[in-house]
T-cell receptor, first 114, second 111 residues
Framework: EADIYQTPRYLVIGTGKKITLECSQT?????MYWYQQDPGMELHLIHY???????EKGDLSSESTVSRIRTEHFPLTLESARPSHTSQYLC?????????????FGPGTRLTVL | GEDVEQSLFLSVREGDSSVINCTYT??????LYWYKQEPGAGLQLLTY?????DMKQDQRLTVLLNKKDKHLSLRIADTQTGDSAIYFC???????????FGAGTRLAVHP
């Protein structure tokens, strides 16, 4: 069982609020990722990190920002939430094992912006 | 960018076999994953296959890879109600150094 945690699991918030979605892993993985998933749709990579102080934007443009000050922690922040940010956000971490990069996913945060 | 296509829905009777198909475009895919997502949950890694393999069997799961046609399939034998979920095909793109996800196939198992 992968040890990757996300809080909160569900969040309903008003427009204009600042929010931070938390993601932590206890496996010591260097690589971490944030995906956005709309209902019935594929996952889109919005941010990733190869290690401490490393952050990169993914394929899908996102107004969110991330930070990686500690290996185990990869929070995602929205400075001013809007209804268009309503989605499920999935965090993942990965390790390189036996010639492949294996990603483990957290349970997700379902965000609703009113 | 690279693309992964899956049929959106599959309905099977309990005890039958399920076959979920996937086509992809990235010829640099070195390994390919199948993930399972249950309602309200994250993705759970089910199995994987390296691009130099044709088939891999893991208990009730059989993965078939036709690299020439860029076609991947997941067969679930003796499908149970607990197998009801969304299944994602995810090739790892060597060119882009990341997983490419399809939209997922929703498997419904009925008695």
């Amino acid at each position: 069982e992968a040890d990757i945690y996300q809080t909160p699991r569900y969040l309903v918030i008003g427009t204009g609020k600042k929010i931070t979605l938390e993601c932590s892993q206890t496996m010591g993985h260097d690589k971490m990722y944030w995906y956005q998933q709309d209902p019935g749709m594929e996952l889109h990579l919005i941010h990733y990190s190869y290690g401490v102080n490393s952050t990169e934007k993914g394929d899908l443009s996102s107004e969110s920002t991330v930070s990686r000050i500690r290996t185990e922690h990869f929070p995602l922040t929205l400075e001013s939430a809007r209804p268009s940010h309503t989605s499920q956000y999935l965090c993942a971490s990965s390790e390189y094992v036996a010639g492949r990069d294996e990603q483990f996913f957290g349970p997700g945060t379902r965000l609703t912006v009113l | 960018g690279e693309d992964v296509e899956q049929s959106l829905f599959l309905s099977v009777r309990e005890g039958d076999s399920s076959v979920i198909n996937c086509t992809y475009t990235d010829s640099s895919s070195t390994y390919l994953y199948w993930y399972k997502q249950e309602p309200g949950a994250g993705l759970q890694l089910l199995t994987y296959i390296f691009s130099n393999m044709d088939m891999k069997q893991d208990q009730r799961l059989t993965v078939l890879l036709n690299k020439k046609d860029k076609h991947l399939s997941l067969r679930i034998a003796d499908t149970q109600t607990g197998d009801s979920a969304i299944y994602f095909c995810a090739p790892f793109s060597g060119g882009y150094n990341k997983l490419i996800f399809g939209a997922g196939t929703r498997l419904a198992v009925h008695p």
